[in-house]
């Protein structure tokens, strides 16, 4: 009996839970496929040792894990109180002051690190504070002062977050700390780097000239988390090879109760346009002090599943979270179940479609093929891994092996829907010896048995990225060795 594998990929954040090897192996046995590094945190060694951990024991374990590199991005943050947080009432008035020094702030005032702020909030605006757990509405803006009054009360402490319901924020996406940690990113080969709070396009290009600059050809992916971002969606996705749904920020800027729907649309957009979607925040937030799951966060991720997402991430969970390992298994149960559904497994993707490019027609060919006959898996020959991409947009319950000789394709197609990397080290001239070994190399790892269809796909000139320009169903144990 087959064993059935898990097509979403996990994200699992590394941090002091998680920072062992012990720990890393522990991650790695219980299915996760990507680590983020989170670079709000740590030195440029620390980095550059967590990766080299996370790259070793991954090959030890016979896997080929993604490292994401997360940029901070502009944090627009409180300044300290002087008695460490303060109590609001609802109706108090309180006021925000780009001047207020650090630590001075009391019941009346506190300062804020945005010396923009007054310029890009005015009368009536809503500020929301330490991901909504206080409200303020702007009464009046005067020089550095911005005086409010308190719609939804607590407890205030240092250093929280500051976000303006419905954006508009103007601060620069890449701080001079991004652009420092996007020479450590590629420093340490990062396959995918994220930018937190971009805008447009723009903002995701300025981090690929500063990439490209490093000689890095991570993949970029953005962080949905502003209400800008959601309407300029499309040339945002035209520029990024993958978009997180990360659903913090983006639930203060929108509202919480919008989220859902947003979710679906991104995810139902990424898809049609060849972009890979994470679903991100607090999807087992219960289980950094609980060792099994609430059902609402069993439903949550099962839900993103089912919208269609590539992967769904874990942040706080595994970083210091008490029962990391533990939480990515039961995520990987609840993908697998979801995954289950017909309608995780049936598409009717670009049905309609004109293709613009040959090795793109053949991924979908091979993709409507194998949901239409009983092929047991996939295996693409590939250099860049873009077919295998364009594969993993079509639902389906076929495995599709992604055979590379480049270490970096294997690692950056891991975080595909569906996708499984393997190491494909010969490029042959001898298109039936490249067919043969392919299935060879698949019934070794169990993917494939005795009679058996797989569908190969390669290109004429192996070797050559941007190539694939074949499909070929084959049976296991019955393929003449003349046959190309």
Not at 164 to 177: F, I, P, Q, Y
Not at 312 to 328: D, I, K, Q
Request: aromatic share 4%; with cysteine; glycine share 8%.
């Amino acid at each position: 009996m087959r064993i059935a594998q898990r097509r979403t990929k996990i994200v699992a954040t590394m941090g002091p839970a998680t920072e062992s090897e012990a720990a890393i192996d522990s991650l790695i046995k219980a299915g996760v496929d990507v680590v983020r590094l989170n670079f709000s945190h740590g030195t440029v060694e620390e980095h550059r040792a967590r990766a080299e951990k996370i790259r070793r024991i991954g090959l030890e374990n016979d896997r080929h894990l993604a490292i994401l590199a997360d940029l901070q991005g502009p944090k627009i943050r409180l300044r300290k109180f002087k008695q460490g947080c303060v109590d609001l009432a609802i109706g108090d008035s309180f006021c925000l002051d780009t001047e207020c020094a650090d630590g001075e702030g009391d019941s009346k005032q506190v300062g804020v690190t945005y010396g923009k702020l007054p310029q890009d909030v005015k009368k009536d605006d809503i500020l929301v504070l330490d991901d909504g757990r206080i409200v303020l509405k702007v009464e009046a803006v005067e020089g550095s002062r911005i005086s409010c009054t308190v719609q939804v009360g607590g407890e205030l402490s240092d250093n929280k977050g500051i976000n303006l319901k419905g954006g508009g924020l103007t601060a620069e996406v890449l701080t001079d700390k991004d652009k420092a940690d996007i020479k450590i990113a590629a420093l340490i080969d990062a396959d995918y780097v994220a930018v937190s709070f971009p805008r447009n396009a723009a903002d995701m290009k300025q981090a690929r000239m500063l990439l490209e600059a490093e000689g890095s050809t991570a993949g970029l992916v953005a962080k949905i988390e502003r209400a800008e971002a959601l309407d300029n969606l499309d040339e945002i996705i035209s520029v990024s090879e993958a978009l997180m749904i990360a659903r913090g920020d983006l639930g203060v800027e929108i509202g919480d109760a919008k989220l859902p729907a947003v979710q679906k649309e991104i995810i139902r957009k990424a898809r049609f346009l060849n972009c890979v979607t994470i679903t991100a925040t607090q999807m087992m937030e219960s289980m950094r002090e609980n060792p099994i799951p609430t059902r609402a966060e069993v439903f949550d991720v099962a839900n993103a599943v089912l919208d269609g997402t590539d992967a769904v991430m874990l942040s706080a969970e595994t970083a210091t979270g008490a029962f990391p390992s533990e939480t990515v298994r039961a995520m990987s149960d609840i993908c697998l179940n979801a995954e289950l559904q017909s309608s995780a497994i049936k598409s009717r993707h670009r049905l309609d479609d004109i293709f613009e490019h040959v090795d793109e027609a053949i991924a979908m060919a091979t993709m409507y093929t194998a949901n239409h006959l009983e092929v047991r898996a996939i295996a693409a020959l590939t250099e860049s891994g873009s077919t295998a991409l364009w594969m993993s947009r079509i639902s389906s319950a076929i495995p599709i092996y992604a055979l590379s000789r480049h270490e970096s394709t294997n690692r950056k197609v891991n975080l595909y829907r569906g996708v499984f990397p393997v190491y494909f080290p010969t490029i042959h001239t001898n298109h039936a010896e490249a067919n043969q070994e392919a299935v060879e190399l698949m019934k070794r790892r169990g993917a494939v048995e005795e009679g058996d269809l797989v569908i190969i796909t390669k290109g004429d000139l192996m070797g050559t990225g941007g190539g694939t320009n074949a499909m070929k169903i084959v049976e296991v144990g019955n393929m003449p060795d003349f046959v190309a």
